[in-house]
């Protein structure tokens, strides 16, 4: 599968960093920190988005960046708060690049699926910005499988392609490997799964009662609520005390060892936080390991829905 590569040439690194926390509960002190140690550590990829923390994120970043950014991968997206037309994707591209202090955003995404705007529209107006030397990687985020292949056909009439995909995957959400994965192994279409922790469910905090966004935000709590999921972070947790390795780390490098994965988000508020996560960049997971880990989770049943003939 060809890899997306930094503007000297060397391919995107198995893990990236997310940085929707910059601007909200990661200072710039805390972001400089952690930006050293990714990269001391290998990783040359570094996401955010236009919409987060009302652009704080894009912001903070930018300044971490520094002089090092011909040698790293900088995705941002687009806003998920309004259609994906022309207007809105030049106007925003422009301001992402602003508060980035970048030229050319090496990945831009659509943040989410655009039901009202054409296409042909969209798609046609990123392969405008990308042929400026805007953008170098046109990518997508919470599609549907379809809606990744539309993409991609309506992409080739115009001379490119999709890129990238960023979609949900972790050990208690696993919907991805169904159709999004091989359509994306099928289409050479790199995948830097966000989430691995699960919102930090897999981390096996909450086994002890510890507080966090799980238990006091209402999206996360619907979303990893279910009492098969905490049993599941519990059975990890178990495993990770008899390998000696974080669950944290164990979390994050099952997500990377999928065939189809090619570059996994992590983050943290702070680098005491990031380091378990950060420790998955030397952890390449045996078949067997691999195996172990995902027989604690349901395997999701085929598109088919004919699970009885698997």
Not at 18 to 30: E, K, P
Request: glycine share 8%; hydrophobic share 40%; with cysteine.
């Amino acid at each position: 599968m060809p890899q997306m590569q930094t503007k000297n040439g060397a391919p995107i690194s198995r893990l990236g960093f997310g940085a929707m926390q910059f601007g909200r509960t990661v200072d710039l002190g805390n972001a400089e920190e952690m930006f050293e140690a990714c990269v001391e550590a290998g990783i040359n990829h570094f996401d955010t988005a236009y919409s987060y923390n009302g652009g704080a994120s894009e912001s903070m970043l930018g300044q971490v960046l520094g002089a090092k950014v011909d040698d790293l991968i900088i995705g941002t997206k687009a806003p998920n708060d309004r259609p994906a037309n022309a207007g809105n994707l030049r106007t925003a591209l422009d301001e992402s690049r602003k508060r980035l202090g970048v030229d050319e955003v090496d990945i831009y995404y659509l943040h989410r699926f655009d039901a009202e705007t054409p296409f042909e529209e969209t798609f046609g107006t990123l392969a405008e910005m990308q042929s400026r030397g805007l953008l170098r990687y046109i990518g997508v985020s919470n599609f549907a499988a379809w809606q990744i292949m539309k993409a991609q056909a309506v992409c080739q009439s115009f001379g490119t392609r999709i890129d990238d995909c960023q979609p949900m995957y972790n050990l208690v959400k696993r919907q991805v490997e169904v159709e999004i994965l091989p359509a994306c192994a099928d289409q050479n279409i790199s995948v830097c799964p966000f989430s691995p922790l699960g919102g930090g469910l897999l981390t096996g905090k909450y086994i002890s009662g510890a507080k966090g966004r799980l238990l006091e935000d209402t999206t996360y709590a619907a979303r990893y609520g279910q009492p098969w999921m905490h049993e599941v972070a519990g059975e990890l947790a178990a495993l990770s005390q008899r390998s000696g390795l974080a669950a944290s780390t164990l979390a994050v490098a099952w997500v990377a060892r999928h065939p189809a994965v090619t570059s996994t988000l992590i983050s943290g508020r702070n680098l005491t936080q990031l380091q378990p996560s950060l420790d998955a960049m030397a952890l390449e997971l045996s078949e067997e390991s691999y195996a172990q880990i995902s027989q604690l989770s349901p395997k999701p049943t085929p598109a088919t829905d004919r699970s009885e003939e698997t």
